[in-house]
C-alpha cells in the first residue's frame, strides 16, 4: 500500500492540506463573526441586561421553573418506559416466524416513524384528550419513540451472529428461549447506546408539549418571560438561556448514565468470559 494512502481513502497532500486549512480557518472565522453579530444586536436590545435576569431572583420563579422540570421529567419518564416496551413488543413481532403478525408489526413501525411527531401529539389532543395534554404528548412520545426503538432492538437482535441462535435450536431450546436466554442479553450490550441516544430524543421532544398547554419548561419559560416587563422589554432571552441550560444538563446526565450503564455492562462481560476461561 502507497505511503500516501489509506483504507478508506486518500491522505491528502500538501496542496490540499493548506487548502483544507484555509477552509477550515475561514469557517471559524465566519461563525465566530455570526455569533458576535448576534450578539451585539442582542446586547444593543438590553437582552443581556442585569434588569433582564432579576427574575430569577424571586423564589417563586424557581419554584416555577422546578414544577417545570418535574412535569418534564414525568412525561420522559412515563413515555420512555412505554417507549421501551412498545418497541420490545413491536420488535418481537418484526421477528416473528408469522407473517400476518410481521406484516402488522412492519406496518405500525414504518407508520409512526413517517407521521410528524408535532402532528401526532396535536391530533391526539385535539381529537381526543383534549382535557389531558399529559396524555396526549405521552402518547405521542410513545408511538413515535416505540416505532423507533423497535427498529433498533430488531437490529440489535439480527446482529447476534447467526450461530449463537443456530447452538440454541441445537440443544433444543424453543425460539422464545433463545431469544430470551441467548440473542437479548447479547444484543442489549450492542444497542445501549442506541437506545439512551433515542432516550436523549424523547427527553427534547418533551418540549413539544408545549403547542397543547402541557407546563412543560419551555411552555412555563414562555409564561415567565412573557410575565416579566423591564424597561429593555421581555427577558426572552435569558429566559431561553436558562431552559436551554437545563435541558442541555440533563440530557448530559443521562448520556453520563448510558456510558456508566455500558461500561459496567462492558466489565461484566469480561468478568464473566474470564471465569468461563
Not at 424571586?58 to 421529567?73: C, F, G, S, V
Not at 420512555?80 to 402488522?104: E, N, Q, T
Not at 416505532?147 to 447467526?162: F, Y
Not at 450503564?261 to 474470564?274: I, M, V, Y
Request: hydrophobic share 50%; charged share 10%.
Amino acid at each position: 500500500m502507497s505511503g500516501n494512502s489509506s483504507v478508506l481513502y486518500d491522505v491528502p497532500g500538501p496542496r490540499a492540506r493548506l487548502r483544507n486549512n484555509v477552509l477550515g480557518v475561514v469557517s471559524g472565522l465566519a461563525l465566530l463573526a455570526g455569533l458576535w453579530y448576534a450578539f451585539t444586536k442582542l446586547n444593543d436590545a438590553g437582552q443581556f441586561s442585569a434588569a433582564m435576569w432579576d427574575v430569577f431572583a424571586y423564589k417563586n420563579t424557581q419554584e416555577t421553573i422546578l414544577t417545570a422540570l418535574l412535569d418534564t421529567l414525568l412525561a420522559f419518564g412515563t413515555a420512555a418506559v412505554l417507549s421501551l416496551v412498545l418497541g420490545a413488543l413491536l420488535a418481537i413481532g418484526r421477528l416473528s416466524d408469522h407473517r400476518p403478525v410481521r406484516a402488522v408489526c412492519t406496518a405500525v413501525v414504518q407508520f409512526f416513524r413517517a407521521m410528524p411527531l408535532l402532528v401526532m401529539i396535536f391530533g391526539l389532543y385535539v381529537a381526543v384528550l383534549t382535557s389531558a395534554p399529559f396524555w396526549a404528548l405521552v402518547i405521542g412520545l410513545t408511538l413515535y419513540n416505540g416505532a423507533v426503538q423497535a427498529e433498533i432492538i430488531r437490529s440489535g437482535i439480527n446482529a447476534v451472529p447467526r450461530g449463537q441462535s443456530e447452538a440454541g435450536y441445537a440443544i433444543g431450546l424453543r425460539k422464545t428461549q433463545v431469544m430470551t436466554l441467548i440473542l437479548t442479553p447479547q444484543a442489549v450490550r450492542a444497542m445501549l447506546p442506541a437506545i439512551i441516544g433515542q432516550l436523549v430524543v424523547t427527553l427534547k421532544d418533551t418540549s413539544l408539549g408545549y403547542v397543547i398547554t402541557y407546563p412543560e419548561l419551555l411552555h412555563v419559560g414562555k409564561q415567565i418571560a412573557a410575565s416579566w416587563a423591564t424597561p429593555d422589554g421581555y427577558p426572552y432571552i435569558p429566559v431561553t438561556i436558562v431552559i436551554g441550560a437545563i435541558y442541555i444538563g440533563c440530557c448530559l446526565l443521562l448520556t453520563a448514565l448510558a456510558k456508566w450503564l455500558e461500561g459496567r455492562s462492558r466489565r461484566g462481560a469480561n468478568r464473566r468470559t474470564t471465569a468461563a476461561a
